[in-house]
């Protein structure tokens, strides 16, 4: 906590020098951050005035990145987010204590849930084809429903903003080439971008691919991925500013499991790999302006299908999750009244579980095909929602939130394959229709004591209902030796969190220091680490996650020269059991220093998991986790020194892990019956890497 402190303190002097030349100069003038529409919280009013914690992943730190972890480590750059390695892209997010694959934090991609096979959902994903990351760090159930818990991600896709009052054109261009030695790495995208006549038209497509990784103890093996794709954001807008458009998106990924969740121990005593999975998405809609009722609003529908193969190649079987469907739809309206600002609207999206009966496999033996015992289902979740930002004065700023939902699983009374035991036929026969629902709540208060220093509250009730496949028999992550057997009559878990943060901001600095208590009753758990045992998804009763999230930027030297940091502190109990909940990493963060001259720019970036050791585990799940600090440096040149013809082109050469640390990240799950002298137990992170990339800003 001595680093917190000092962090904090070295901060305030730096800005409250900066806050007396300022006012000496400008006469108190009030300093706002830039404008920015986030749809995860459903508001247009700048950070600092949003009671709700929420980071911004730039296209700059997009473009900067080597995508050799996926999407997971552009998201280990927010407080409170850490990345749950099980192999080269294969992995979970820790979201404030909690793995994604809990479905306690939501994925959207242009607000649209990404919902179906949470522990592969990040692989399916390019970086370079997202134009920001908007994360709220925290619950927000009064605005998505069930699973929003404690943390919303929502990618934000690239389409072409340009003028489409022009003439029609389009220009292929080579948004992005990424090359790592660690791997072997190789991956790129391309574009096909323009539009006029009133189109705007983005159509791109990526491949990517790595080997084995290494790390400082040896090769991490089955940790090599190949992925392909492509996807398409065409809209067209009408002479009254309606704009009609269509999304869609195709993800061909082969990911392999070196350890962590779904695979620990790892290989050799596992081998599993997804081969392929595949995803379809297609979403239409409409957007306008100055109607009656709203001056904006929104409407779409859309619809994912996802097919899994999973393959053990030591077992030699195959499990698929086959014909799997997500449909939904959103209508959402925003209207200016006075100091108010309302946003409402209503919401559904249905899981179809599997629906056929009979699958040909192309790679494995018809005998060594897995008939799961999954029945077909369906998990329904309607919601209406209304949001107010009221200003109720210059310096203070009201929010609230309020939601409804009604939750209808079914469980069909045919099973795929007639492998059933009459007491689990009878249980699941017994529930074939299961009704849940849940009214949610926020509110959120923003302070300004003056132009610099404000305070946030903010105070929600939320919710989670377990879905189908928990419900059934299912496999913890597609591995096998992980099944559950069924519980039916799982109750709906909610939680409640009160989060505090004090804030300075200026023209060329920002603090913010965050605090929160969540408190959960009827936690939804399973051991899911202990193999060859029967486990069942429970309500186990009551825990708490606690936590302190710093981050902070400084510019100086005319803005040339900028620091930056976060620093994450968790602490959490189960209750119930009055023992540490498990898979908690206590304290987490990272510093960079970054020097931007014309045409070139420095990095040097550390990254760490501090304190002795993590020593507060559950013994009956995990192991003591020595800390381990990182060390990257970047070079970045723009092209446009060379030739006109490269403008916004840069390219990127650095060195990650540059010493080649030893790193177990604490959040991984590992299996306590194998020696934690495997790669994969739990899996280590990638060892020194020389990484370069072409990145073009369009």
Same mark, same amino acid.
């Given at each position: 906590?001595?680093?917190?402190?000092?962090?904090?303190?070295?901060?305030?002097?730096?800005?409250?020098?900066?806050?007396?030349?300022?006012?000496?100069?400008?006469?108190?003038?009030?300093?706002?951050?830039?404008?920015?529409?986030?749809?995860?919280?459903?508001?247009?009013?700048?950070?600092?005035?949003?009671?709700?914690?929420?980071?911004?992943?730039?296209?700059?730190?997009?473009?900067?990145?080597?995508?050799?972890?996926?999407?997971?480590?552009?998201?280990?750059?927010?407080?409170?987010?850490?990345?749950?390695?099980?192999?080269?892209?294969?992995?979970?997010?820790?979201?404030?204590?909690?793995?994604?694959?809990?479905?306690?934090?939501?994925?959207?991609?242009?607000?649209?849930?990404?919902?179906?096979?949470?522990?592969?959902?990040?692989?399916?994903?390019?970086?370079?084809?997202?134009?920001?990351?908007?994360?709220?760090?925290?619950?927000?159930?009064?605005?998505?429903?069930?699973?929003?818990?404690?943390?919303?991600? &929502?990618?934000? @896709? $690239? #389409?072409?903003? =340009?003028?489409?009052?022009? /003439?029609?054109?389009?220009?292929?261009? +080579? %948004?992005?080439?990424?090359?790592?030695?660690?791997?072997?790495?190789?991956?790129?995208?391309?574009?096909?971008?323009?539009?006029?006549?009133?189109?705007?038209?983005?159509?791109?497509?990526?491949?990517?691919?790595?080997?084995?990784?290494?790390?400082?103890?040896?090769?991490?093996?089955?940790?090599?991925?190949?992925?392909?794709?492509?996807?398409?954001?065409?809209?067209?807008?009408?002479?009254?500013?309606?704009?009609?458009?269509?999304?869609?998106?195709?993800? &061909?990924?082969? @990911? $392999? #499991?070196?350890? =962590?969740?779904?695979?620990? /121990?790892?290989?050799?005593?596992?081998? +599993? %790999?997804?081969?392929?999975?595949?995803?379809?998405?297609?979403?239409?809609?409409?957007?306008?302006?100055?109607?009656?009722?709203?001056?904006?609003?929104?409407?779409?529908?859309?619809?994912?299908?996802?097919?899994?193969?999973?393959?053990?190649?030591?077992?030699?079987?195959?499990?698929?999750?086959?014909?799997?469907?997500?449909?939904?739809?959103?209508?959402?309206?925003?209207?200016?009244?006075?100091?108010?600002?309302?946003?409402?609207?209503?919401?559904?999206?249905?899981?179809?579980?599997?629906?056929?009966?009979?699958?040909?496999?192309?790679?494995?033996?018809?005998?060594?095909? +897995?008939?799961?015992?999954?029945?077909?289902?369906?998990?329904?979740?309607?919601?209406?929602?209304?949001?107010?930002?009221?200003?109720?004065?210059?310096?203070?700023?009201?929010?609230?939130?309020?939601?409804?939902?009604?939750?209808?699983?079914?469980?069909?009374?045919?099973?795929?394959?007639?492998?059933?035991?009459?007491?689990?036929?009878?249980?699941?026969?017994?529930?074939?229709?299961?009704?849940?629902?849940?009214?949610?709540?926020?509110?959120?208060?923003?302070?300004?004591?003056?132009?610099?220093?404000?305070?946030?509250?903010?105070?929600?009730?939320?919710?989670?209902?377990?879905?189908?496949?928990?419900?059934?028999?299912?496999?913890?992550?597609?591995?096998?030796?992980?099944?559950?057997?069924?519980?039916?009559?799982?109750?709906?878990?909610?939680?409640?969190?009160?989060?505090?943060?004090?804030?300075?901001?200026?023209?060329?600095?920002?603090?913010?220091?965050?605090?929160?208590?969540?408190?959960?009753?009827?936690?939804?758990?399973?051991?899911?680490?202990?193999?060859?045992?029967?486990?069942?998804?429970?309500?186990?009763?009551?825990?708490?996650?606690?936590?302190?999230?710093?981050?902070?930027?400084?510019?100086?030297?005319?803005?040339?020269?900028?620091?930056?940091?976060?620093?994450?502190?968790?602490?959490?109990?189960?209750?119930?059991?009055?023992?540490?909940?498990?898979?908690?990493?206590?304290?987490?963060?990272?510093?960079?220093?970054?020097?931007?001259?014309?045409?070139?720019?420095?990095?040097?970036?550390?990254?760490?998991?501090?304190?002795?050791?993590?020593?507060?585990?559950?013994?009956?799940?995990?192991?003591?986790?020595?800390?381990?600090?990182?060390?990257?440096?970047?070079?970045?040149?723009?092209?446009?020194?060379?030739?006109?013809?490269?403008?916004?082109?840069?390219?990127?050469?650095?060195?990650?892990?540059?010493?080649?640390?030893?790193?177990?990240?604490?959040?991984?799950?590992?299996?306590?019956?194998?020696?934690?002298?495997?790669?994969?137990?739990?899996?280590?992170?990638?060892?020194?890497?020389?990484?370069?990339?072409?990145?073009?800003?369009?």
């Amino acid at each position: 906590m001595k680093a917190i402190y000092f962090i904090i303190f070295i901060s305030m002097i730096v800005l409250a020098q900066e806050n007396i030349d300022q006012n000496n100069q400008d006469n108190g003038k009030i300093y706002r951050l830039e404008k920015i529409v986030t749809q995860a919280s459903m508001s247009e009013l700048p950070l600092e005035e949003q009671s709700k914690s929420i980071s911004i992943i730039s296209e700059k730190q997009i473009l900067q990145n080597v995508s050799t972890g996926g999407i997971q480590s552009l998201l280990e750059e927010v407080p409170g987010l850490a990345y749950s390695r099980s192999g080269g892209i294969n992995g979970q997010m820790s979201v404030r204590g909690m793995n994604s694959n809990d479905s306690r934090s939501v994925v959207l991609l242009d607000g649209v849930r990404i919902k179906g096979r949470n522990t592969l959902e990040f692989n399916t994903f390019d970086p370079n084809s997202i134009e920001n990351i908007e994360v709220i760090r925290g619950p927000a159930s009064s605005l998505w429903g069930s699973d929003a818990m404690n943390g919303i991600i &929502n990618l934000r @896709s $690239r #389409r072409f903003y =340009g003028d489409i009052h022009t /003439p029609f054109s389009l220009m292929p261009k +080579i %948004r992005a080439l990424d090359f790592a030695s660690v791997n072997s790495y190789v991956g790129g995208r391309a574009e096909i971008v323009g539009g006029g006549d009133g189109w705007d038209i983005l159509i791109g497509g990526n491949a990517k691919g790595g080997k084995d990784y290494l790390t400082p103890i040896g090769i991490a093996k089955n940790s090599s991925f190949q992925t392909y794709g492509g996807d398409f954001n065409i809209g067209y807008t009408n002479s009254k500013s309606m704009r009609f458009y269509a999304q869609g998106r195709y993800e &061909n990924v082969i @990911s $392999r #499991r070196a350890g =962590g969740l779904g695979a620990a /121990p790892g290989y050799p005593y596992t081998n +599993i %790999r997804e081969d392929p999975l595949t995803e379809y998405y297609l979403r239409i809609g409409l957007e306008g302006y100055d109607f009656s009722f709203a001056d904006k609003l929104e409407s779409y529908l859309y619809v994912r299908k996802y097919d899994t193969d999973i393959y053990n190649d030591i077992t030699g079987t195959l499990q698929p999750v086959i014909n799997s469907y997500i449909l939904g739809g959103r209508f959402i309206a925003d209207k200016k009244m006075g100091s108010h600002s309302v946003a409402y609207g209503i919401d559904f999206y249905t899981e179809l579980g599997p629906q056929v009966k009979v699958y040909k496999p192309q790679k494995a033996i018809p005998k060594n095909v +897995i008939k799961t015992l999954y029945r077909p289902s369906t998990f329904t979740d309607i919601g209406i929602f209304v949001k107010d930002d009221w200003i109720v004065m210059e310096s203070w700023i009201f929010s609230a939130s309020v939601r409804g939902d009604y939750v209808l699983t079914t469980i069909s009374k045919e099973p795929h394959f007639s492998t059933e035991v009459p007491q689990i036929s009878k249980i699941l026969d017994e529930n074939g229709f299961i009704n849940d629902g849940a009214l949610t709540g926020a509110l959120g208060s923003v302070y300004f004591f003056n132009e610099f220093f404000s305070n946030a509250i903010n105070l929600s009730h939320n919710f989670r209902v377990s879905g189908a496949g928990s419900r059934m028999n299912s496999s913890v992550a597609g591995n096998l030796a992980l099944e559950t057997i069924p519980n039916p009559a799982l109750k709906p878990e909610y939680s409640d969190t009160a989060e505090i943060s004090f804030r300075a901001h200026s023209l060329n600095h920002w603090v913010s220091l965050t605090g929160y208590f969540t408190y959960y009753t009827d936690l939804i758990t399973t051991t899911t680490t202990q193999l060859g045992t029967p486990n069942r998804y429970e309500n186990i009763g009551k825990v708490y996650i606690a936590g302190a999230e710093l981050g902070g930027r400084h510019m100086f030297l005319d803005n040339h020269l900028q620091f930056s940091y976060s620093l994450t502190y968790t602490y959490g109990q189960d209750v119930t059991h009055n023992r540490p909940y498990k898979y908690i990493a206590p304290l987490y963060g990272r510093i960079s220093l970054e020097y931007n001259a014309s045409n070139w720019f420095f990095k040097i970036v550390e990254r760490a998991y501090l304190g002795k050791s993590k020593s507060r585990i559950d013994p009956a799940q995990e192991r003591p986790t020595k800390s381990y600090a990182m060390s990257d440096i970047y070079i970045g040149w723009d092209l446009e020194r060379f030739s006109e013809s490269f403008k916004d082109m840069q390219v990127i050469i650095g060195v990650e892990n540059l010493f080649n640390a030893v790193g177990r990240n604490p959040v991984t799950i590992e299996n306590l019956k194998y020696p934690n002298d495997l790669v994969g137990n739990p899996l280590v992170e990638p060892g020194r890497n020389f990484i370069l990339k072409y990145a073009y800003k369009y």
